[in-house]
Nanobody
Framework: QVQLVESGGGLAQPGGSLRLSCAAS????????MKWFRQPPGKEREFVAA????????DYADSVKGRFTISRDNAKNTVYLQMSSLKPEDTAVYYC?????????????WGQGTQVTVSS
């Protein structure tokens, strides 16, 4: 069955870095656009980043542009989110998403999420 498993979350200091991973199984990764969303405490889930099927294109929310980088390794069935210059407002549960379409819509398959906390 389809599975997306996020890892790499945790506690980071402001200005620090974390790298999230999303391990995919049960489907052909290269057939899907991969996305990251996040849900801050008490707020709605929001789009963070998307990467096209081959990895040639990426899209970022304005709030993370220049600080976060999404990448993928289709041979390893894994997607990454490198997060740098972290801010307290980046605190959220981060979710991996697989969608056949290249857009910012929250559709398709979801992981269970990984907690990222940015605090001194």
């Amino acid at each position: 069955q389809v599975q997306l498993v996020e890892s790499g979350g945790g506690l980071a200091q402001p200005g620090g870095s974390l790298r999230l991973s999303c391990a995919a199984s049960g489907f052909t990764l290269s057939s899907y656009v991969m996305k990251w969303f996040r849900q801050p405490p008490g707020k709605e889930r929001e789009f963070v980043a998307a990467i096209s099927w081959s990895g040639s294109s990426a899209d970022y929310a304005d709030s993370v542009k220049g600080r976060f980088t999404i990448s993928r390794d289709n041979a390893k069935n894994t997607v990454y989110l490198q997060m740098s210059s972290l801010k307290p407002e980046d605190t959220a549960v981060y979710y991996c998403n697989a969608d056949p379409s290249y857009n910012r819509s929250p559709r398709g398959y979801w992981g269970q999420g990984t907690q990222v906390t940015v605090s001194s």
